[in-house]
């Protein structure tokens, strides 16, 4: 079974510019969580997706945005970045069923210069 | 407010020895489930276990063994016979079923350097 796919794995932005970044879930699963991981601040969630409708949210400004299509693949899209913005952002996929394990992508790697 | 503490920033130790990796967290809730995951260095965060909280038997998986306190709030993960493949960040989360969403909460993860 394939795992959780993102792409792409480096990404290299200047401030102000937007991103896309893009998570294929594991097959059946129908909830797509994004997280963004920093030095300073650890492992934050972003959003949760579940069958294409957003069922929770981080505290993050409404630049970080997200969905989610009939496919259960989900796209997380960042506008006018911020030096901040500088971060790991992994994606997990699981059954959606609450409790279950989330099974991680190996995230990417996104820099802003 | 739901919260994972590892105080435990890094840990070196040398290979062959064990070594125990605290995790306390706060929730009000009495229905929740608690993870440990791994972090190598490729960056992708390995599932290790799960725990509901209603179960507080201990588990061990082969040198791996988990200890889960409800009177402490603790889920303490100990490594029988550390080797150097164990190098990596590891972090214990936590989660609330029943509100609809499969949200973790980590805590700032522990460091373990295990050397030859």
């Known amino acids: 079974k394939a795992g959780v796919t993102q792409t792409p794995r480096y990404l290299i932005k200047t401030r102000g510019q937007q991103v896309t970044l893009s998570c294929s879930p594991i097959?059946?699963?129908?909830?797509v969580s994004w997280y963004q991981q920093t030095p300073g601040q650890g492992l934050q969630f972003l959003f949760e997706y579940f069958s294409e409708t957003q069922r929770n949210k981080g505290n993050f400004p409404g630049r970080f945005s997200g969905r989610q299509f009939s496919n259960s693949r989900s796209e997380m899209n960042v506008s006018t970045l911020e030096l901040g913005d500088s971060a790991l952002y992994l994606c997990?996929?699981?059954?959606?069923?609450?409790?279950?394990?989330?099974?991680f992508g190996d995230g990417t790697r996104l820099s802003i210069l | 407010a739901q919260k994972v503490t590892q105080a435990q920033t890094e840990i070196s130790v040398v290979e062959k020895e064990d070594v125990t990796l605290d995790c306390v967290y706060e929730?009000?809730?009495?229905?929740?489930?608690l993870f440990w995951y791994k972090q190598p260095p490729s960056g992708e965060l390995v599932f290790l276990i799960r725990r509901n909280s209603f179960d507080e038997q201990n588990e061990i998986s082969g040198r791996y063994s988990w200890n889960f306190q409800k009177s402490t709030s603790s889920f303490n993960f100990t490594i029988t016979a550390s080797q150097v493949v164990d190098s990596a960040v590891y972090f214990c989360?936590?989660?609330?079923?029943?509100?609809?969403?499969?949200?973790?909460?980590f805590g700032t993860g522990t460091r373990l350097q295990v050397f030859p």
């Open positions: 097959s059946g699963h129908r909830s």
């Open positions: 989360a936590l989660s609330e079923p029943f509100t609809n969403t499969d949200k973790l909460i």
């Open positions: 997990a996929s699981s059954s959606g069923q609450g409790g279950e394990p989330q099974h």
């Open positions: 929730t009000r809730d009495t229905t929740y489930y």
